[in-house]
T-cell receptor, first 117, second 115 residues
Framework: KAGVTQTPRYLIKTRGQQVTLSCSPI?????VSWYQQTPGQGLQFLFE???????NKGNFPGRFSGRQFSNSRSEMNVSTLELGDSALYLC????????????????FGPGTRLLVL | DQQVKQNSPSLSVQEGRISILNCDYT??????FLWYKKYPAEGPTFLISISSIKDKNEDGRFTVFLNKSAKHLSLHIVPSQPGDSAVYFC??????????????FGKGTKLSVKP
């Protein structure tokens, strides 16, 4: 099976712009989670989508949003970019066959490196 | 407040010896724990996991031990190889209050295995 793919891999934007990142989960996986990794804060949970619905959201401002499509592909959007949004954005997928429960391994993509100037 | 802590930012081990990476957690609702390995500019790679109903899980050179009473888990790598050099993250999850898909990560331990 192909792994989790993320596009683009690298992105440079300027403050005030918006950005959309894309994630394709492992085939058959229905849950997609997004994380932000920065040197200071480590890996932090942004949100999780299952069957096109956001089930859980981390402690990030409303400028961070996402969605999931019927084929389980997901996008995240960051509006009004700030310098502090520079980070590695990681997408992870899990099968969540039962639709609930947490004991499912999440598999990560390579990430999108975003630099805000 | 950090719910998952990896108190050693770095660890250096000789090739062939055992590497022991430690992780402590505070939330008693966590019931699933995972270890990931990460190289710079790449996504974390899943290594091994353990459910709270077990105290040990083994996969090849990797063994994870869980001590629920101490809220402590450890990853043992035996024997250590230079290719194991990477940052290792401990992560935890629990099914509580709509927490699906939410992994809580430690800050990571950088392992260096010297030939």
């Amino acid at each position: 099976k192909a792994g989790v793919t993320q596009t683009p891999r690298y992105l440079i934007k300027t403050r005030g712009q918006q950005v959309t990142l894309s994630c394709s989960p492992i085939s058959g996986h229905r849950s997609v989670s997004w994380y932000q990794q920065t040197p200071g804060q480590g890996l932090q949970f942004l949100f999780e989508y299952f069957s096109e619905t956001q089930r859980n959201k981390g402690n990030f401002p409303g400028r961070f949003s996402g969605r999931q499509f019927s084929n389980s592909r997901s996008e995240m959007n960051v509006s009004t970019l700030e310098l502090g949004d520079s980070a590695l954005y990681l997408c992870a997928s899990s099968s969540q066959l039962a639709g609930g429960g947490n004991q499912e391994t999440q598999y990560f993509g390579p990430g999108t490196r975003l630099l805000v100037l | 407040d950090q719910q998952v802590k990896q108190n050693s930012p770095s660890l250096s081990v000789q090739e062939g010896r055992i590497s022991i990476l430690n992780c402590d957690y505070t939330n008693s609702m966590f019931d699933y724990f995972l270890w990931y390995k990460k190289y710079p500019a790449e996504g974390p790679t899943f290594l091994i996991s353990i459910s709270s109903i077990k105290d040990k899980n083994e996969d090849g050179r990797f063994t994870v031990f869980l001590n629920k009473s101490a809220k402590h888990l450890s990853l043992h790598i035996v024997p250590s190889q230079p290719g194991d050099s990477a940052v290792y993250f401990c992560a935890a999850s629990g099914y509580y209050g709509g927490s699906q898909g939410n992994l809580i990560f430690g800050k990571g331990t950088k392992l260096s295995v010297k030939p």
